[in-house]
């Protein structure tokens, strides 16, 4: 079961480009890196899934290295509204059962 | 991706008692799942929704206390069973897409007295 480590915060400012970095130091070679947001009140939402090198799409970049010890998710010029929680999972892709195991979760605050 | 809803959005139980949580998918999904989550901890999950079969359940939890029904593709329950104060929590459903990326429902909101 690949554990997670990621910060339990971090700030920063309107228009900046933040990158939270998770450490998964026992990750499998089936597993995938998956990253979610969660604001209060609701349920968490995907935001975007590797398996190694670079994966970007609209909204966010993950970027995972050689040996997929860490993963860093990248968000360009942040606003007020991705002030949010974080959470790197960690996971089986195949139908045979996921382990999911969600960490601590990093909790972004954007200031203006 | 997948829309879920759950119903209800929130209880207040007395203990002892037994609430089922319905969550209802939008489109066929492969799995469903079902977490708790503490206010302002992560998330935990409690078991795999099997349809057609017994749910596969995380340690810790037992199907005496959280029975978990999902007759079809789209539809599961979750009930928490003889309620005690410390089952007070946020329960959420998920269903995981075509990449095992899962969608989350909005949450039941428990709390007992």
């Known amino acids: 079961l690949a554990k997670t480590t990621q910060p339990i915060s971090m700030d920063s400012y309107e228009g900046q480009e933040v990158n939270i970095t998770c450490s998964h130091n026992n990750i499998a070679t089936n597993d995938y890196i998956t990253w979610y947001q969660q604001f209060p009140s609701q349920g968490p939402r995907f935001i975007i899934q590797?398996?190694?090198t670079k994966v970007k799409n609209e909204v966010a970049s993950l970027f995972i290295p050689a040996d997929r010890k860490s993963s860093t998710l990248s968000l360009p010029r942040v606003s007020l509204s991705d002030t949010a929680v974080y959470y790197c999972?960690?996971?089986?892709?195949?139908?045979?059962?996921?382990?999911?195991?969600f960490g601590g979760g990093t909790r972004l605050m954007v200031k203006p | 991706s997948a829309v879920i809803s759950q119903k209800p959005s929130r209880d207040i139980c007395q203990r002892g008692t037994s609430l089922t949580i319905q969550c209802q998918v939008d489109s066929q999904v492969t799995m469903m799942f079902w977490y708790r989550q503490q206010p302002g901890q992560s998330l935990t999950l409690i078991a795999t929704?099997?349809?057609?079969?017994?749910?596969?359940?995380e340690s810790g939890f037992v199907i005496d206390k959280f029975p978990i029904s999902r007759p079809n593709l789209t539809f599961s329950t979750l009930t928490v069973s003889n309620m005690s104060p410390e089952d007070s929590s946020i329960y959420l459903c998920?269903?995981?897409?075509?990449?095992?990326?899962?969608?989350f429902g909005p949450g039941t909101r428990l709390t007992v007295l």
């Open positions: 590797g398996y190694k």
């Open positions: 998920s269903g995981s897409g075509s990449y095992n990326e899962q969608f």
């Open positions: 929704a099997n349809q057609g079969s017994e749910a596969t359940y």
């Open positions: 999972l960690v996971g089986r892709r195949d139908n045979a059962g996921n382990m999911l195991t």
